[in-house]
């Protein structure tokens, strides 16, 4: 426990917002408590398993978890509570408090017994409704809070807009270098590989 909340301080908190700290601090509280005052060091694969397994379960049970939230269900908490695990580990192991991040290897569709609730998704074919989302895009971080706006990355807003604008998929947007932009002719092309398909 200690260990937790000393890396949740002393080195989590200069890589996340608030909010991440506060979820996963609640994870470690509703969740994780079994493995309080335990050796790290003496701590197995299948005890983590065993635990997203029970996280699920109470997950299940939680009716604040599936309260009218359309395609939810436990596996995104069990999803959630393995990668604050997973960030945790990798921690102690470049810390050197462990030999090695066990829990980056653990596959959750492998250990749970509830599947994932598909979301069905939904095609917005409205014009007007598009360019009202389009507009809310572009000017969204004029409607910020000065609080608000200290955790707002504007390249993120410009990289939104550009998926909303090309309908790429999020990878290739993100990977788009200079060079495959011809301006003069208002065209993106990719070179073979760079793209899927």
Same mark, same amino acid.
Do not use: C
């Given at each position: 426990?200690?260990?937790?909340? %000393?890396?949740?301080?002393?080195? @989590?908190?200069?890589?996340?917002?608030?909010?991440?700290?506060?979820?996963? !601090?609640?994870?470690?509280?509703?969740?994780?408590?079994?493995?309080?005052?335990? %050796?790290?060091?003496?701590?197995?694969?299948?005890?983590?398993?065993?635990?997203?397994?029970? +996280?699920?379960?109470?997950? =299940?049970?939680?009716?604040?978890?599936?309260?009218?939230?359309?395609?939810?269900?436990?596996? %995104?908490?069990?999803?959630?509570?393995?990668?604050?695990?997973?960030?945790?580990?990798?921690?102690?192991? +470049?810390?050197?408090?462990?030999?090695?991040?066990?829990?980056? %290897?653990?596959?959750?569709?492998?250990? =749970?017994?509830?599947?994932?609730?598909?979301?069905?998704?939904?095609?917005?074919?409205?014009?007007?409704? =598009?360019? !009202?989302?389009?507009?809310?895009? @572009?000017?969204?971080?004029?409607?910020?809070?000065?609080?608000?706006?200290?955790?707002?990355?504007?390249?993120?807003?410009?990289?939104?807009?550009? =998926?909303?604008?090309?309908?790429? @998929?999020?990878?290739?947007?993100? !990977?788009?270098?200079?060079?495959?932009?011809?301006?003069?002719?208002?065209?993106?092309?990719?070179?073979?590989? +760079?793209?899927?398909?």
């Amino acid at each position: 426990e200690k260990l937790f909340f %000393d890396y949740l301080k002393n080195f @989590r908190s200069k890589k996340v917002d608030k909010k991440t700290l506060k979820m996963e !601090e609640y994870y470690y509280n509703n969740y994780l408590k079994s493995l309080a005052n335990r %050796d790290v060091r003496l701590i197995y694969k299948s005890e983590i398993a065993k635990l997203l397994k029970r +996280a699920q379960q109470k997950s =299940l049970k939680n009716k604040n978890n599936t309260k009218n939230k359309e395609g939810y269900n436990s596996y %995104d908490t069990v999803v959630r509570i393995r990668t604050t695990l997973n960030q945790f580990f990798k921690y102690l192991e +470049a810390e050197g408090i462990l030999k090695e991040n066990f829990v980056k %290897d653990i596959q959750i569709s492998n250990v =749970l017994p509830v599947k994932k609730v598909k979301k069905e998704k939904k095609v917005e074919t409205d014009l007007q409704k =598009l360019k !009202e989302y389009y507009l809310k895009i @572009r000017f969204y971080h004029k409607s910020l809070s000065v609080p608000q706006k200290k955790n707002f990355q504007i390249t993120t807003k410009y990289l939104t807009e550009f =998926l909303f604008l090309t309908a790429m @998929r999020n990878k290739q947007a993100r !990977e788009t270098k200079w060079e495959y932009i011809n301006f003069q002719k208002g065209v993106i092309i990719y070179p073979p590989g +760079a793209v899927k398909k």
